[in-house]
Nanobody
Framework: QVQLVESGGGLVQPGGSLGLSCAVS????????MGWYRQAPGKQRELVAA???????NYADSVKGRFTISRDNAKNTVYLQMNSLKPEDTAVYYC???????????WGQGTQVTVSS
């Protein structure tokens, strides 16, 4: 059973930084493309950043230059470093995993990020 466990959310002031982690267990991490999505109240879930199993990255335009996604295959973990946070970054952030051989998808439980003074 594949499990994704996020950590690192919380409350931060505008302009501050926060790091999220997502630990994957129960499968071979290196066979998954990974991503972070977010969902704000009343809005659709949207892709924030993604990293392929080979390390290629892509970002939503709204976070380019501020957020960095990375992965450590030895630790079965994907990270999202968020800098220069804005109130509009407030949302529940979800870790997403897609296995490349069959496109099986798994989601984490979500972690709240609140940017407010």
């Amino acid at each position: 059973q594949v499990q994704l466990v996020e950590s690192g959310g919380g409350l931060v002031q505008p302009g501050g930084s926060l790091g999220l982690s997502c630990a994957v267990s129960g499968s071979i991490f290196s066979t998954y493309d990974m991503g972070w999505y977010r969902q704000a109240p009343g809005k659709q879930r949207e892709l924030v950043a993604a990293i392929s199993r080979r390390g290629s990255t892509n970002y939503a335009d709204s976070v380019k230059g501020r957020f960095t996604i990375s992965r450590d295959n030895a630790k079965n973990t994907v990270y999202l470093q968020m800098n220069s946070l804005k109130p509009e970054d407030t949302a529940v952030y979800y870790c997403h995993a897609r296995r490349y051989i069959d496109s099986m998808i798994r989601w984490g439980q979500g972690t709240q990020v609140t940017v407010s003074s």
